[in-house]
C-alpha cells in the first residue's frame, strides 16, 4: 500500500520557521517528482515547490528565497523548509509525487499568527 505522511505543521509566529516533511512508503520516491501545494478554505490547491528526481527544484514567486525543497532519499522524505513565515503562509500543506501514478498525502496544517 502506498502511502505518503505529511508532518511537520504546527503554529508558528510571524517570522518563523517549520520544516514538513513527506514520507513515502510503498514507492521510491527517489523516482518521483515531488510537489509540495497549499490550500486554505474556499480555495483551489496551489504548487508552492517542486523538486523532480533529479533534484532540480522550483519555486513559486510568493515562497522564493524562503521555502527550500529538498530530498533524502535514503529517508524516502522530501522535506520543506520554511523561513520567515508569514500570516499568508497560513493552510493545508500537501504533497504529491507523480511518475507513473499520482499519490497525494493527507495534508499538515501550518497556521502563522500575526
Known amino acids: 500500500q502506498v502511502r505518503l505522511v505529511e508532518t511537520g505543521g504546527g503554529l508558528v509566529q510571524f517570522g518563523g520557521s517549520l520544516t514538513l516533511s513527506c514520507v513515502a512508503s510503498g514507492i521510491p520516491l527517489s523516482s518521483y517528482i515531488v510537489t509540495w501545494y497549499r490550500q486554505v478554505p474556499g480555495s483551489q490547491r496551489r504548487i508552492v515547490a517542486s523538486i523532480t528526481d533529479g533534484g532540480r527544484t522550483s519555486y513559486k514567486d510568493f515562497v522564493q528565497g524562503r521555502f527550500t525543497i529538498s530530498r533524502d532519499n535514503t529517508k524516502n522524505t522530501v522535506y520543506l523548509q520554511m523561513n520567515n513565515l508569514k500570516p499568508e503562509d497560513t493552510a493545508v500543506y500537501y504533497c504529491?509525487?507523480?511518475?507513473?501514478?499520482?499519490?497525494w498525502g493527507q495534508g499538515t496544517q501550518v497556521t502563522v499568527s500575526s
Open positions: 504529491n509525487a507523480v511518475w507513473d501514478t499520482n499519490y
